[in-house]
């Protein structure tokens, strides 16, 4: 996309992950959140909250909705979207993309509900 993003631990300088934008629709004010990835000493812990915070409030600069497409499979990424306050989008979507065969639950956070 152009657009993504390296966390650096300050502690041990040592790359914590990386996660990125995509998808943005103008005509809809939306953007999606995704391609996270993050070391597993970091699971669990207060990093990928702050991460997403930041890139949720960077993007409420020029949209009014954060998308988060969760494989349906990858319920510990679903439980911290739950708990970060992003609401489920009632169906299973599929990617445009052919070579993407999987199934994902879409989860958004809109600007007017987000602290």
Not at 85 to 105: Q, S, V
């Amino acid at each position: 996309s152009g657009s993504g993003f390296s966390f650096v631990d300050k502690a041990t300088g040592l790359l914590m992950g990386s996660s990125q934008y995509g998808n943005f629709n103008p005509d809809r004010r939306e953007i999606e959140i995704g391609w996270t990835f993050l070391g597993k000493d970091y699971w669990g812990k207060q990093f990928n909250a702050e991460s997403k915070t930041l890139m949720i409030n960077h993007a409420f600069t020029f949209v009014d909705t954060v998308l988060f497409w969760v494989d349906e499979n990858n319920k510990r990424s679903q439980r911290a979207l739950e708990k970060f306050g992003a609401r489920r989008r009632p169906n299973l979507h599929k990617r445009a993309e052919a070579d993407l065969k999987a199934t994902y639950r879409v989860y958004e956070i809109h600007k007017n509900a987000f602290p």
